[in-house]
């Protein structure tokens, strides 16, 4: 069946969305996920030690969606969360390797703060001032923790650096703010094993 000139542009559009990968679902959704949006650049690369709670307890943007989902997702970040290093000590209890590419850490501080920590696939993060951080990171998780699609008990307690984000927020719970920290950029594990 042949399709009418005006439809064309729209069914190449559809394929080329349908058949864009990680890759394209990452770069529809927010390149300051993955620290190659044009505000990355001004992030300075030295941590700031926080608590985990300090990052849950910072004020969610006006109007921003509990989904996440913000039209200035491509240019803006929200100050001091999404520009800064932030270093924090937690406990890992779980790992998983999400259909977008990302490893999906879900941590925790053992008073009650808990959110993720994401890491997207380095392919998708040409162009970032913090692509070799991410690259190091990603290889020393996968040799070491081995993510699968398949959520896997960690168990451990690391120190976690990396740029946090205003991500999706839990709609049965009014106090948590979407915050995570993504890309995740150093993991250092504070117990031997």
């Known amino acids: 069946m042949l399709l009418p000139a005006w439809r064309l542009p729209l069914a190449v559009l559809g394929f080329a969305l349908l058949n864009a990968g990680p890759a394209g679902r990452h770069q529809l959704e927010a390149s300051i996920k993955l620290a190659t949006d044009a505000g990355a650049k001004a992030i300075n690369p030295k941590p700031k030690a926080t608590t985990l709670s300090a990052i849950m307890g910072m004020q969610r943007p ?21 520009t800064t290093v932030w270093q924090v000590d937690v406990h890992v209890s779980r790992i998983e390797l999400r259909e977008d590419g990302d490893f999906y850490l879900v941590i925790e501080d053992g008073k009650g703060a808990g959110t993720v920590a994401e890491l997207p696939d380095p392919a998708f993060c040409k162009g970032s001032p913090f692509l070799a951080l991410i690259t190091d990171v ?56």
């Open 62 to 82: 006006a109007g921003m969606p509990a989904n996440g989902k913000r039209a200035e997702a491509h240019s803006k970040r929200y100050a001091p969360l999404e």
């Open 138 to 193: 990603r290889k020393m998780l996968a040799k070491q923790l081995g993510p699968s699609p398949r959520s896997k008990a960690v168990s451990r307690r690391a120190r976690l650096t990396g740029i946090g984000y205003f991500g999706k927020s839990r709609l049965s719970d009014a106090t948590h703010n979407g915050a995570r920290i993504q890309p995740l950029l150093s993991v250092k594990w504070l117990d031997a094993q």
